[in-house]
Nanobody
Framework: QVQLVESGGGFVQPGGSLRLSCAAS????????MAWYRQAPGKQRELVAT???????NYADAVKGRFTISRDNIKNMVYLQMNSLKPEDAAVYYC??????????????WGQGTQVTVSS
């Protein structure tokens, strides 16, 4: 069964940077388009960035030019470099397939995510 473990979140001041990592196990992600999502308190989870199996990328308008998604198919890892962070980027960040992996019972699988806090 797939397992996704996100890490690298933390507290940062506006304008700062963080690099998130996602370690996948139980499946080989190289054949899948992967993505980073985020969910802020009181808001729906949103798609932040996607990367195809051959590393073509796409970004939400809110993060374009500031975030960079990448992958290492040998290490079964996905990354999100976040620069010029803004308070509105604060959220729990999740990686997943695009669209998300499904569990038995037709539910989406989600890892525990990693918290990003941006505040002065």
């Amino acid at each position: 069964q797939v397992q996704l473990v996100e890490s690298g979140g933390g507290f940062v001041q506006p304008g700062g940077s963080l690099r998130l990592s996602c370690a996948a196990s139980g499946t080989v992600i190289r054949i899948y388009p992967m993505a980073w999502y985020r969910q802020a308190p009181g808001k729906q989870r949103e798609l932040v960035a996607t990367i195809t199996f051959d590393s073509n990328t796409n970004y939400a308008d809110a993060v374009k030019g500031r975030f960079t998604i990448s992958r290492d198919n040998i290490k079964n890892m996905v990354y999100l470099q976040m620069n010029s962070l803004k308070p509105e980027d604060a959220a729990v960040y999740y990686c997943n397939k695009d669209p998300p992996f499904r569990l038995p019972g037709n539910r989406d699988y989600w890892g525990q995510g990693t918290q990003v806090t941006v505040s002065s």
